[in-house]
């Protein structure tokens, strides 16, 4: 209950803050909050923002899910086994620092503009996030509790399963709820061009049309679909890490 109060005093704050700079300003280009706040609930309302909040959310879902699936796997076996560190890091040294974002051309070259294109590349960037802190995470296990498992003639799917995974688990978590951030921003931007749908292109074609409250009303928005999942993942990490008070 504490931390519920903590969340809504801080949301009050930043309401009551927007609401003092947007009267010094008095410009049209910085809505009142509770016009905008006023827009959303009615275009919530009237199912005019429904669609496009969930094709959003299901886009970043799915680029996130993508990602997990394939990372963490992936960041464990490199970060337990040092065989395969000494194998797969090198290429990790070399692709991580790519802005991937970059790449969104070639995506839709070899993709096309539909739905798979825009969930890959949030996909592809998400994923080295988690991989690199998967890794890290699985690599700084000390030695001994790997030579504690094979003595009790444990099987390597048995040392992941009981001894890498656990061990990691909230680290993955951690990058897990860091991508979120990172999945909404290029949200943004592969909904900003060839999609009429998503609550990149209100924002966009809002702005296009000086639709202030509009435009505020997507950000609001993609703000609110980013805050649900960092909730919805504090709450598995409450459910799968126990051990640990969530911060």
């Not at 700079?21 to 275009?43: C, G, T």
């Not at 000390?142 to 444990?154: D, E, I, P």
């Not at 639709?211 to 980013?226: E, K, P, Q, R, V």
Request: aromatic fraction near 14%; glycine fraction near 6%.
């Amino acid at each position: 209950m504490g931390r519920k109060r903590d969340i809504f005093i801080a949301a009050i704050i930043l309401v009551l803050t927007w609401e003092v700079v947007a009267l010094l300003l008095d410009s049209m280009a910085l809505p009142q909050p509770w016009e905008v706040i006023a827009d959303f609930l009615l275009k919530i309302a009237d199912g005019r923002l429904v669609d496009d909040f969930f094709i959003s959310a299901l886009r970043a879902v799915l680029g996130i899910f993508l990602a997990f699936v394939v990372a963490v796997p992936l960041g464990l076996v490199v970060g337990a086994a040092p065989s395969w560190r000494k194998r797969i890091s090198p290429f990790i040294y070399l692709l991580y620092p790519i802005p991937h974002v970059v790449l969104l051309p070639l995506v839709i070259i070899l993709f096309g503009i539909g739905e798979f294109s825009k969930i890959f590349l949030i996909a592809l960037i998400v994923f080295f996030q988690v991989l690199v802190t998967t890794r890290d995470g699985a690599k700084n296990i000390h030695q001994n509790y790997f030579y504690s498992m094979q003595t009790l003639g444990a099987t390597p799917f048995q040392v992941y399963r009981h001894l890498v995974l656990p061990a990691t688990l909230p680290k993955i978590l951690t990058a897990m709820r860091i991508s979120i951030g990172t999945a909404i921003a290029i949200l943004f931007f592969v909904e900003s061009f060839a999609t009429a749908k998503g609550l990149g292109y209100i924002i966009m074609d809002s702005w296009g049309q000086s639709d202030y409250i509009s435009l505020y009303t997507g950000i609001f928005s993609m703000a609110i679909l980013g805050f649900i999942l960092y909730m919805l993942l504090d709450r598995i990490e409450q459910w799968v890490c126990r051990w640990q008070i969530v911060r």
